[in-house]
Every structure is written in structure tokens, then in C-alpha cells.
């Protein structure tokens, strides 16, 4: 049974700093694409960024987070992590962990599986 499990989310004051983890079990982690997503209350769910499972160094971003936030995974630990810096009301959201075989499918709406969710809230 495959379960990605999202943490690291709170409450945080405008211009401050958070780092999401999301620890998968039941796949083979280090052959997954793996991404964030976010979703505020009544919008929809948006892509934040993406990791590759064979480069590291293979990652993109959403344009409104670029240059604030970074990700990165730890394949010994089977997680994928979310730094977020300066961090803005409107990144208020819960964000979501999403991973797929495909960097395509994993960066759109269509991955495999996904996590619950954590709740982020930035105050002004």
C-alpha cells in the first residue's frame, strides 16, 4: 500500500520560513518523480514544484514561487522536502505531495498517487 504522508506545515508570519516533508512508503521512492501542489479554499489545485527521480538537479517550479522556494529529496530517506522562504499571504493553502513515473504526468493534475495534505497559513 503506497502512502505519502505530508508534515511541516503550520502557521508562520508574512516573510518567514517553512520546510514541508513528505515521507513515501510502498514504491520504489528513488525511481519516482515527485512534486507539490497547492490548493487554497475555493481555488484549484495548483503545481508549486517538481523533482526528477534521476537528476537531482532536474527541477521546476511554478513562476510565483521561483526563487522562494526549493525542492529537494533524500532517496536513503524515501522524502521529498519543501523549503519555502519569504513566505506570503497568498501561499496560504494546504499543500499536497504528489508522486509518479512520469516527470510529466507528476508536474500536472495526473499523478498516481497523492498524500493528504498539509495545512500552510501565512499571516500578514
Known amino acids: 500500500q503506497v502512502q505519502l504522508i505530508e508534515s511541516g506545515g503550520g502557521l508562520v508570519q508574512a516573510g518567514g520560513s517553512l520546510r514541508l516533508s513528505c515521507a513515501a512508503s510502498?514504491?520504489?521512492?528513488?525511481?519516482?518523480?515527485m512534486a507539490w501542489f497547492r490548493q487554497a479554499p475555493g481555488k484549484e489545485r495548483d503545481f508549486v514544484a517538481a523533482?526528477?527521480?534521476?537528476?537531482?538537479?532536474?527541477?521546476n517550479y511554478a513562476d510565483s514561487v521561483k526563487g522562494r522556494f526549493t525542492i529537494s529529496r533524500d532517496n536513503a530517506k524515501n522524502t521529498v522536502y519543501l523549503q519555502m522562504n519569504s513566505l506570503k499571504p497568498e501561499d496560504t493553502a494546504v499543500y499536497y505531495c504528489?508522486?509518479?513515473?512520469?516527470?510529466?504526468?507528476?508536474?500536472?493534475?495526473?499523478?498516481?498517487?497523492w498524500g493528504q495534505g498539509t495545512q500552510v497559513t501565512v499571516s500578514s
Open positions: 504528489a508522486a509518479d513515473l512520469s516527470m510529466v504526468r507528476v508536474a500536472a493534475l495526473s499523478s498516481r498517487y
Open positions: 510502498g514504491l520504489p521512492f528513488s525511481s519516482y518523480a
Open positions: 523533482i526528477n527521480y534521476w537528476s537531482i538537479s532536474n527541477t
